[in-house]
């Protein structure tokens, strides 16, 4: 399968603890986004990476989230101190370095579920 | 700011059947392009069909075509000869111009629920 992957597809955590989401782009992917979403809504953005650098955050992203991708390849999301707010689907996608036509590729997501 | 309306929240077709899915947008940019995904309940959004503001031929992938109207800002999903697996939900979503080293990041409406009957 050389879509994109994410991992834990289901994950259920108690208030206040810690949580990381791994995403894997197809491997000529240079672009990656983290977004949310929550029930009955369509995706946000979170983040966006190009290659290893994250260069736009939005409001959404709280000081208690942090995302990497240190070699430019994978991308982590980590939440801290997660509230039952926090309880959404988080998509990761990824495209190559695009244009007029970028077209970004969706993995099958990260269900949270904060009790 | 870019907006997204899809003012159907759930739509039913027979098998067989033609369907269209309604999807307005707003923006002031010249340059935008507009997508339909399918969300499945297993979560993945998968790509249907892409619309670039400046085309002036209406897409089609196979069995899905746009009809973009721009002057009405809309971007409507037509599926021809519905199949049982097209039961899904269906995101409109827009993406203003590319900019290099910017994020091309995508605004979604709040969907459509299909469900395919026999």
């Known amino acids: 399968d050389t879509g994109v992957s994410q991992n834990p597809r289901h994950k259920i955590t108690k208030r206040g603890q810690n949580v990381t989401f791994r995403c894997d782009p197809i491997s000529e992917h240079n672009r990656l986004y983290w977004y949310r979403q929550t029930l009955g809504q369509g995706p946000e953005f979170l983040t966006y990476?190009?290659?290893?650098?994250?260069?736009?955050k939005s409001r959404l992203l709280s000081d208690r989230f942090s995302a990497e991708r240190p070699k430019g390849s994978f991308s982590t999301l980590e939440i801290q101190r997660t509230e039952q707010g926090d309880s959404a689907m988080y998509l990761c996608?990824?495209?190559?370095?695009?244009?007029?036509?970028?077209?970004?590729?969706f993995g099958p997501g990260t269900r949270l579920l904060v009790l | 700011a870019q907006k997204i309306t899809q003012t159907q929240p759930g739509m039913f077709v027979q098998e067989k059947e033609a369907v269209t899915l309604d999807c307005t947008y707003d923006t002031s940019d010249q340059s935008y392009g507009l997508f339909w995904y399918k969300q499945p309940s297993s979560g993945e959004m998968i790509f249907l069909i892409y619309?670039?503001?400046?085309?002036?031929q209406n897409a089609t992938e196979g069995r899905y075509s746009l009809n973009f109207q721009k002057a009405r800002k809309s971007a409507n999903l037509v599926i021809s000869a519905s199949q049982l697996g097209d039961s899904a939900m269906y995101f409109c979503a827009m993406r203003g111009p590319y900019r290099a080293g910017t994020a091309s990041k995508l605004t979604f409406g709040t969907g459509t629920r299909l469900q395919v009957t026999l």
């Open positions: 996608a990824s495209t190559t370095h695009g244009g007029y036509q970028e077209t970004q590729y």
């Open positions: 990476f190009q290659n290893e650098a994250q260069l736009e």
């Open positions: 619309q670039g503001s400046y085309d002036e």
